[in-house]
């Protein structure tokens, strides 16, 4: 069952009287519980792809159908100029309700020690129904989750006092907490070393297996590619093709 599609799906910058092409015309879906990776050189459009996908950025026009849901129904994507706060208010509890982002460059709050940042998306919204949790429901998950990315020994400690490594896993930890179907990946090995990108690779693929979450990355890690079961190539902007079911 397709989670995530794309159809027609454009963006267009405008530099002086240049039009560029960042993405033109990507057709795909993305199957629940897939190991996706959106792969190409840089400056290919991946990352931007990858944004248009997580309702981060606004595409020119084009459709996206997130979890059965038309995200853009009824708007006319060429004519805006800005996001309205209607149509803000719909996108930010969309992405709050199925996503959840792992950057290359961590983006952890340097204030706050891995216990509270891997916990902090619980508290910046509710939860769909099927996914609300106690109080102490939040606790133990939270703790499962650093547990398992192992880290229970540093759960104390602020991201300064963490190797790129561990402030990884606390990325990834921090990106399941809402139980998001879907994980967006931009380059998450970018910023490791060669040993930790493994272990890193690893632990993503072990909870894709055993949590059944889905996980899109852009990258041109050769070995995020190989470890993929969809892999969606992407040069100037334009999808030049799919290859699906591979063997890991």
Known sequence: ???????????NYQMGKITVHAVDKANFSIEQGEFASISGPSGSGKSTL???MGLIDLPTSGQIVLNGIDVYTGQDLPSLKSIPPKLDNHITALRRQNLGFIFQNFNLIQVLNV???????LKLGSLPDDRAMSRTQQTEWVD??????????WKNHKPSELSGGQRQRVAIARALATKAPIIMADEPTANLDSKNGDAILALMKKLNQEL???FVFSTHDSKIVDMSDHVIKIKD???LG???NKKI
């Open 212 to 214: 059944k979450t889905t």
């Open 115 to 121: 216990y509270e940042n891997v916990e902090l998306p």
């Open 50 to 52: 990858l944004n248009l």
């Open 237 to 239: 902007g334009i999808i």
């Open 144 to 153: 499962f989750l650093i547990e398992t990315v192992g880290l229970t020994d």
């Open 1 to 11: 069952m397709a989670i995530l599609e794309v159809h027609n799906l454009c963006k």
């Open 242 to 244: 799919e290859e699906k």
